[in-house]
């Protein structure tokens, strides 16, 4: 009886150590393949790198509560590929789950297994095999790109703002190194230093041109004059005329003298604003020919001149860069001048030809058009003061010149109202 409680006794004995024992193995074993899977976790981010630019973490790994993918696009550093045999080692398959392609069975995970955490295992196993696939396709795992595309748009506006200054800086300079060569070749010449182009025909046809506006404005000048003081003198004649009319009413002892006056202050009245008509179209036609054509013509004038100045200024740039030492660097400066002065030659070429157009066509509008207005204005102050108001209306026809109604130039009632 003794015995066999002993030998019961001494067997339970034995089981508990060989428990132990493989418990005491077990743990070890644990220990060993968590510091195995530590490191290679720490070959695998040496490896990688600490830096994740463009990646996407997976997050819930080692027993996290979920698994998701987060977004790592302000971290700079390289990319970090997705390795699924490292990912098998780490993870045993979910239930239910299809294994990952191309992946190799691992023993069980001791750790996850004694922890027995499936939800978590579940959402990382399917963060992984996602991970996986979007590999196998050849996709890249970028970040978000809201970072990178303001940066972007910032640096877009700060380039085309740094080119804006720079192409006005540029404008400035060019403008200012042209207003100094300018400025002293003008002194040169006012001062007899420096030389100038000349054209001697072309410079006594602007004279003339010049000399032919002044004269022109004299006489727009006293016809405008002329005219004003015409209109009040019509004006007079109408209200003496009224005047004379309402008199013949009022006095009956000399209502046919009265009347007489009345209408001839009516009649010259009439002949003096048909007369008046033909100075206006006279004046009209003066003014457009002196301070439209001939004004277009002078601008152009004056942008020759200008042209002219710059072709001398950069020829004397040139004369004097040669005259001096034949160096690299004044040999690169030479030839810089040169283009310089050849787009300058280019262009006071092309206003001298310009200029020469517009004077043969201004003369050969000018004279069509005072033929024109010198007759008409002949005809008319003929006609009106030698009291013949049958020419007056004909000239008046001839030249197409058509008098406003009686009245016009006067406000209306509503007007005046």
Same mark, same amino acid.
């Given at each position: 009886m003794y015995t066999v409680c002993g030998d019961h006794s001494l067997r339970q004995l034995f089981v508990c150590v060989f428990y132990c024992t493989v418990?005491? /193995?077990?743990?070890?074993?644990?220990?060993?393949?968590?510091?195995? /899977?530590?490191?290679?976790?720490?070959?695998?981010?040496?490896?990688?790198?600490? $830096?994740? $630019?463009?990646?996407?973490?997976?997050?819930?790994?080692?027993?996290?509560?979920?698994?998701g993918i987060i977004p790592t696009s302000s971290i700079k550093g390289p990319a970090i590929r997705f390795n699924p045999q490292y990912v098998d080692r780490r993870s045993p398959p979910a239930p239910n789950c299809a294994p990952v392609p191309g992946a190799q069975s691992q023993p069980t995970d001791l750790r996850m297994k004694s922890r027995g955490l499936g939800v978590g295992l579940v959402s990382s196993q399917s963060a992984d095999r996602m991970i996986t696939n979007q590999n196998q396709t050849g996709q890249t795992f970028t970040g978000s790109g809201m970072h990178h595309s303001n940066s972007n748009q910032n640096m877009s506006v700060e380039e085309a703002n740094r080119g804006v200054a720079v192409e006005k800086l540029d404008s400035v300079k060019k403008w200012g190194i042209n207003t100094y060569k300018c400025t002293k070749q003008m002194f040169s010449e006012r001062f007899g230093r420096g030389s100038r182009t000349v054209d001697l025909e072309l410079e006594a046809q602007i004279d003339v041109l010049r000399d032919t506006k002044r004269k022109y404005e004299s006489v727009l000048r006293l016809t405008s004059a002329l005219t004003s003081h015409f209109y009040n003198m019509v004006q007079t004649q109408q209200a003496l005329g009224d005047t004379f009319a309402d008199l013949s009413q009022k006095s009956p002892e000399l209502r046919?003298?009265?009347?007489? $006056?009345?209408?001839?202050?009516?009649?010259?009245?009439? $002949?003096?604003?048909? /007369?008046?008509?033909? #100075? !206006?179209?006279?004046?009209?036609? #003066? !003014?457009?020919?002196? !301070?439209?054509?001939?004004?277009?013509?002078?601008?152009? #004038?004056?942008?020759?001149?200008?042209?002219?100045?710059e072709f001398d200024a950069y020829r004397a740039d040139l004369e004097e860069l040669s005259l001096g030492p034949r160096d690299a660097a004044t040999m690169v400066r030479i030839e810089v001048s040169q283009q310089q002065y050849q787009v300058q030659r280019d262009k006071y070429e092309r206003l001298r030809s310009d200029v020469t157009i517009k004077l043969k066509f201004l003369e050969e509008n000018k004279v069509k058009v005072m033929h024109k207005q010198l007759l008409l204005f002949h005809n008319a102050i003929s006609a009106y003061f030698a009291g013949n108001q049958q020419q007056l209306e004909q000239t008046l026809r001839q030249f197409n010149v058509k008098l406003k109604p009686p009245g016009s130039d006067k406000p209306s009632w509503l007007e005046e109202s």
């Open positions: 418990l005491c /193995l077990t743990s070890v074993q644990a220990a060993k393949i968590q510091w195995t /899977l530590d490191e290679k976790d720490l070959q695998q981010v040496m490896v990688s790198g600490p $830096n994740l $630019n463009e990646t996407s973490v997976v997050s819930g790994g080692y027993g996290g509560p979920a698994g046919d003298e009265f009347g007489y $006056n009345a209408e001839t202050q009516k009649l010259l009245c009439r $002949n003096g604003e048909a /007369l008046l008509g033909a #100075i !206006n179209f006279f004046v009209s036609s #003066i !003014n457009t020919l002196v !301070n439209k054509t001939m004004e277009d013509t002078l601008m152009t #004038i004056k942008l020759y001149e200008a042209a002219r100045l």
